[in-house]
């Protein structure tokens, strides 16, 4: 008996230019071309409802209506779903240490005696941003996908380094979006 392929998809396949570039130039040119790759595929597409709507926000409701027709729309069971103490444990350090690096940081900013200015600022926003959010599973759409492709063992398809990371630490299958395009022209043969 064969298993059909189950894959959990993250947003960033489809807005990131990276990940979404051999679909298409823009977000709902790449939904439209996904659609037409998988419509003969015997596979399962998810996505938590979360990610559903964030993802309709850069497609708009007439293509999300038809991309909701070829995947299902699916919450993880978050209270059934175990997880190791210890990707607990390493989350909360990982956070510990982002957060002394962003006030070091704001500090280091709030010290240097130059008169306030918007350069300044977007300066530390994007530091800020780098130290703290870069790498780090740091949302709960972002965790309902890591938890749904734990459930389903299904294949968590994303572009973003947090969830990848994540999904690796509790033992998800992933695959980066930016590969999404080759694997699905390999389902096809």
Not at 27 to 45: G, H, Q, T, Y
Not at 98 to 106: D, E, I, S, T
Request: glycine share 4%.
């Amino acid at each position: 008996m064969v298993l059909t392929r189950r894959f959990v998809l993250d947003t960033s396949l489809f807005v990131n230019p990276h990940a979404r570039e051999k679909f298409g130039k823009t977000p709902p040119l790449a939904v439209k071309s996904f659609i037409k790759m998988i419509s003969k595929l015997d596979a399962e597409f998810y996505m938590p409802s979360l990610i559903f709507m964030e993802l309709k926000n850069f497609i708009g409701e007439k293509i999300s209506s038809e991309f909701e027709l070829h995947i299902k729309k699916r919450a993880p069971n978050i209270y059934a779903l175990y997880l190791p103490a210890a990707v607990l444990h390493d989350f909360i350090e990982d956070v510990r240490g982002r957060m002394n690096k962003g006030l070091r940081l704001a500090e280091e900013y709030a010290q240097d005696n130059k008169p306030e200015n918007n350069v300044k600022l977007q300066k530390l926003r994007e530091k800020y941003r780098d130290a703290v959010r870069a790498g780090l599973l740091d949302s709960k759409e972002d965790f309902e996908l890591v938890m749904l492709a734990k459930e389903l063992e299904a294949t968590l398809v994303s572009s973003d380094e947090g969830v990848l990371k994540f999904a690796n630490k509790v033992g998800c299958e992933w695959l980066n979006g930016s590969k999404m395009f080759a694997m699905l022209k390999k389902m096809k043969k």
